[in-house]
């Protein structure tokens, strides 16, 4: 019974950790904006160009916002109500965990044994897509996704991590706003 109880216990922290990798996602915006205004997108060239990150990547990361702004409805367009910048960051981590070793001894009682550390490397990215209004020129809605990054080398998970992370920072957009009040009509 014990054991169950220490292999329940391992699994659930397993699942934990895998948790721990998703994306986390942060959005801000222009309370003042009315974002039913934006029908249509474009790329903000000068704004892309400084992500430093390869060509290869921004393509897919921009592959991966049209489709998602298109089956939100937007429509891509030469006259944008919109424009489309992004911005990445980059960090090494090197996680160190302390484990404590455990097995069966004699006659199939559990034992813990010596404690030994495991050292991970992984990077961890963050991604900004930013919403500019095309006649204002002022950024209008940002949203940031922070996680993993696959840099395996494995082209698949990396299109597919790409996908993931636009998909889960623009489900974000547009904004709920709270209805706004009508000047001089109080429903009090």
């Not at 699994?11 to 950790?17: E, N």
């Not at 992004?86 to 001894?105: A, C, M, P, S």
């Not at 597919?160 to 009090?188: C, D, M």
Request: hydrophobic share 35%; aromatic share 12%.
């Amino acid at each position: 019974m014990k054991a169950i109880k220490l292999f329940s216990g391992i699994l659930l922290i397993t699942l934990l950790m895998g948790a721990c990798s998703s994306i986390q996602v942060a959005t801000d915006y222009d309370r003042h904006v009315d974002f039913n205004q934006y029908k249509t997108f474009a790329f903000y060239k000068p704004g892309i160009d400084k992500a430093e990150i390869s060509d290869l990547d921004i393509k897919r990361i921009l592959k991966s916002i049209q489709y998602e702004l298109q089956s939100r409805g937007y429509r891509l367009s030469e006259n944008p109500d919109i424009l489309v910048s992004i911005f990445t960051k980059e960090v090494d981590r090197v996680n160190v965990y302390n484990n404590v070793g455990w097995g069966w001894g004699w006659y199939g009682n559990p034992y813990w044994g010596m404690g030994y550390n495991t050292v991970s490397r992984d990077t961890e990215g963050s991604l900004y897509i930013d919403l500019i209004d095309a006649n204002k020129k002022e950024l209008v809605w940002q949203g940031k996704g922070t996680g993993s990054l696959i840099t395996s080398g494995n082209l698949a998970k990396k299109e597919e991590r790409i996908r993931e992370f636009v998909k889960e920072i623009l489900e974000q957009f547009p904004p709920v706003q709270p209805a706004t009040r009508v000047a001089g009509v109080s429903g009090e």
